[in-house]
């Protein structure tokens, strides 16, 4: 990884443990994720916003007042309109996303839950779903979280990764087995 995308990394992760340990002091983590999760959703729908947000030539004074304003439409935490005025502040609200997965992943991590990232080439059926995330979780012996991907190019079966571990049973890599 090069420099800049280690000092991102860190930055996000600041950011992310800085605004989880408030929001424990505060009793307030539940309504602080659900803000987070629907403020980006938000910034992801609409493209106008997002470009206006990450315009490094709109000062952060100006994107203050758009965000002030949506964040009172949406009735959003007040602790939590101030954490989007300092990452405003600082230049960082571009980083957003960023930092909503950082604190995702370490809320997950507190839980105890384990994600695993299943790939298919079409959407599982949800009682098939649910019987793979208990076999996983039983053999494991992990909690799990079950992040599911839709790739058409794997053409069918199952790729599966735990952590840095990546089984791959697709029929996409079963036809390359088979290449000379």
Known sequence: ????????????????????LSSEDRNELK??????EHFNKVLRTSNDLSTYIKNP?????KKSLVLKKI??????????????????KHGKINLQEKILNE???????????????????????KEVEKKLKT????????KIKLTKII?????????????SIMIDNSIKSKLTEFEI
């Open 31 to 36: 309504i602080i994720t659900q803000n987070f």
């Open 151 to 163: 790739d058409k190019e794997i053409i069918g079966g199952i790729k599966i990764k735990i952590k």
């Open 103 to 125: 604190y995702k992943r370490i809320i997950d991590l507190k839980d105890g839950l384990t994600e695993i990232i299943v790939t298919t080439s079409e959407p599982l059926e």
């Open 71 to 88: 964040c009172k439409s949406f009735s959003y935490n007040q602790f939590f309109q101030g954490f989007i005025y300092v990452l405003t």
């Open 135 to 142: 076999k996983l979780s039983d053999s494991l012996k992990l």
């Open 1 to 20: 990884m090069t420099k800049n995308v280690e000092n991102i990394n860190e930055i996000c992760k600041r950011y992310a443990n800085a605004l989880i």
């Open 57 to 61: 030539l709109i000062n952060s004074q």
